[in-house]
């Protein structure tokens, strides 16, 4: 087993996980520049590396897990004291790959997002984004933006302005408006076989800001981006015993009754 291993070189844990890999005589090499002949990688930071990681395979179909070692991490989902046990099960075949929609975005700005596609304003004044799918009109947003979500990319930004969570298996797309001034749009979930056409609007002619993941740019007013599903999917590895809901109920508190914690 050949193990491509991301992180940043001044994580102060990083000895943590390469003694570890060391141990079990894993073969690894740090941050290669192609994954080509590796049979799996490991993301060893927080969910931005999780994401630099996606963005450096270049779509490789090899899995990934994801090791935390900041502070929530949800993408990373194992934590920094499960990481022998983690290995241990890998190095056994104890785990399962996830398959998870990835978002391709064309136009403006192009690339792959695992998470999410936005646009936003760049100053004070709001954006208009008007928005359609399968080249019918759905609306016009008036907000601060709109995110679009992938399944893996909904306990993130489009959780916090009140999108759906999504299983990872679902296959959708959330398009999530950000402070919208018309307060009866709100999230929608359209299927991950749709095209999604975003048309940025903004005052004075300004600049808006487009991100793909934990990247952005600015972008002209009047800019228009073809949003759809990539040809190939993200791999995800689960360890034995790790399930989305479990992250869920550790990470998020899900369901916790704050009443019964004295």
């Known amino acids: ?22 141990q079990r005589g894993l073969p ?6 192609s994954v080509e002949g590796y049979d799996l990688a490991l993301s060893f930071g927080g969910d931005g590396t ?39 099960e890998l190095h056994e075949g104890q ?22 596609f936005t646009l936003q304003k760049a100053g004070t004044a709001m954006i208009s984004v008007e ?42 797309f959330i398009l999530s408006p950000i402070a919208p001034h018309n307060l009866n749009i709100r999230p929608l979930v359209v299927p991950d076989t749709s095209a999604i056409r975003l048309t940025v609007g903004t005052r004075n002619g300004g600049e808006a800001i487009a991100t793909i993941d934990n990247r952005e740019r600015m972008v002209a007013n009047g800019s228009t981006f073809e949003l759809s599903r990539a040809d190939h999917r ?5 360890p034995a015993g790790n399930s989305f809901y479990k992250t869920l109920r550790n990470k998020l508190l899900w369901g916790v009754d704050a009443r019964n914690s004295n």
């Not at 270049?58 to 022998?84: D, K, Q």
């Not at 399968?134 to 933006?145: K, S």
């Open 1 to 22: 087993m050949k193990i491509a291993l991301y992180s940043r070189p001044e994580n102060p844990a990083l000895p943590v996980i390469t003694e570890q890999l060391e």
């Open 28 to 33: 690894y090499t740090l941050n290669p520049s």
């Open 50 to 88: 999780f994401l630099s990681t996606v963005r450096k395979m270049g779509g490789h179909p090899i899995p990934i897990l994801g090791i935390n070692s900041g502070r929530l991490g949800f993408m990373a989902a194992v934590a920094l004291e499960e990481i022998a046990t983690a290995l241990d």
């Open 95 to 116: 785990y399962t790959v996830e398959e998870r929609t990835l978002l391709q975005v064309a136009g403006d700005a192009c690339g792959l997002a695992a998470n999410e």
């Open 131 to 172: 928005i359609a799918v399968d080249g019918e009109h759905v609306a016009t947003y008036w907000a601060d933006g709109v995110i679009v979500s992938t399944s893996t990319g909904s306990t993130a930004y489009s959780m916090s302005v009140g999108g759906a969570i999504l299983a990872p298996g679902c296959r959708c």
């Open 234 to 238: 993200l791999r995800v590895i689960r």
